[in-house]
């Protein structure tokens, strides 16, 4: 069961952007003004809504009282993005009765589509009429597209002067890939935790989460990761407790990049990859995002193929110098390559364990480096294919 943070609610309705009917516009409001932090997409193809957030961020010094978001159209790469997300951003204030300022604007849907601001606009008075604070999953169905699951989690951190919790929610199946991975995704917590060290806390959790997952090798023009801290529980964090508390987030934003890759479009398996062994963190991680990016290693584990060598080929094309003779390869914890060698193992076996949901690639440097990364995909099916050929109709 989510562990819901005090002082927020979630409001969802259809305000006819998608072409079928079902929740597209949402709003997530804390009861009071919440100190925030965001990272947004690197792409330089950046969505309207991904530049308004960013100024307003920074006009407000990191304070937010109301997220507003569509599905259906991604306001990206039109002729009128900024009015509209600005036009939207200015109405859903005035609900609110908060500053524009204030409004933290997020767009999902396709690219290079204009959006018209009027049926937004329009629908706000509803949505914001839907507000409550038992809301959150609906808001999180809202928000999504290809997604074939809602995706959401929490954690609940006790502490000398009571707890506080952490939910988040997020959106996210193809278009996948740092930095900081394409989805939208939004977490609350009723800890009080200033800006500045709120960033701080999210640049480290999505790190080894939202930084550390690909589907398809695509990074999206929206991307959207807020964070929002209202105090509503009372629990002021001295810099001691916000370590606790970032161990706590980091879990909740890993749970999320995860549920993304079991749900990547067309995917049957989720696939951990495990790199140890290296000499530095920074070589790990990149011999690890190779190999999660690699369609033939993909496609392997769509098959359950134990075809180990496209897992030291692709580590081999990662700019990372090393050794193959020193490298082990593990399937399912199966050792299948042991030196840069053919290890004996039982190839019928494999498969059969291959076929499960989840499926775990180590790679060890025998070097015995501190270096160590972990990354999330998934299998590379025809799904895939089905679904982005055929996505505008």
């Known amino acids: 069961m989510l562990k819901l943070p005090l002082g927020y609610r979630y409001g969802a309705v259809y305000a006819g952007l998608r072409k079928q009917e079902a929740d597209d516009l949402a709003l997530i409001v804390p009861d009071r003004p919440a100190a925030a932090a965001a990272l947004f997409t690197t792409n330089v193809v950046q969505a309207a809504p991904v530049r308004l957030a960013r100024q307003h961020l920074k006009a407000t010094g990191g304070m937010v009282a109301g997220i507003l978001i569509n599905a259906g159209n991604a306001n990206c790469a039109t002729r009128t993005g900024e009015k509209a997300a600005l036009a939207t951003s200015r109405a859903a204030a005035k609900s609110l009765g908060t500053k524009t300022k204030q409004i933290l604007p997020a767009s999902t849907g396709v690219i290079g589509v204009e959006m018209d601001p009027k049926p937004i606009v329009d629908a706000l008075p509803a949505a914001v009429a839907d507000l409550s604070a038992d809301r959150f999953e609906k808001v999180a169905r809202a928000i999504m597209t290809t997604d074939t699951r809602v995706k959401m989690a929490s954690e609940e951190v006790p502490y000398p002067g009571g707890a506080v919790r952490i939910a988040g929610m997020a959106k996210g199946s193809g278009m996948i890939h740092p930095d900081m991975a394409t989805t939208l995704a939004f977490v609350m917590t009723d800890a009080a935790i200033p800006a500045r060290a709120l960033r701080d806390l999210l640049k480290q959790g999505a790190q080894s989460s939202f930084n550390s997952l690909t589907v398809d090798g695509d990074t999206s023009t929206n991307d959207t990761l807020a964070l929002l801290a209202n105090g509503a529980s009372g629990v002021k964090l001295n810099p ?19 549920q993304i890759a079991a749900d990547g479009e067309g995917a ?3 696939i951990v990859i495990r790199v140890t062994g290296f000499k530095n963190a920074e ?13 033939l290693v993909k496609t392997a584990v769509g098959g359950s193929d134990p075809n180990w ?12 110098k090393f050794d193959p003779a020193q490298i082990d390869i593990y399937l399912q914890g199966q050792p299948v390559c042991k030196k840069g060698l053919a290890a004996e193992f039982n190839e019928g076996e494999l498969k059969t364990k291959l076929n499960d949901g989840e499926v775990r690639i180590e790679v060890v440097d025998r070097a015995g480096g501190k270096g160590e990364a972990r990354y999330f995909t998934c299998d590379l099916t025809e799904g895939y294919i089905q ?7």
């Not at 070589?283 to 369609?295: E, L, V």
């Not at 060598?309 to 990372?320: D, E, F, N, P, T």
Request: proline fraction near 2%; glycine fraction near 10%; include cysteine.
């Open 387 to 393: 679904i982005n050929g055929s996505y505008r109709t």
């Open 268 to 270: 049957r398996k989720l």
């Open 240 to 258: 001691k407790e916000q370590e606790v508390f970032g161990e706590a987030l980091t879990r909740v934003l890993e749970s999320l990049a995860r």
């Open 283 to 295: 070589d790990a991680r990149r011999i690890a995002q190779t190999i999660a990016k690699s369609p």
């Open 309 to 320: 060598g496209r897992i030291l080929c692709a580590a081999g094309y990662s700019g990372v």
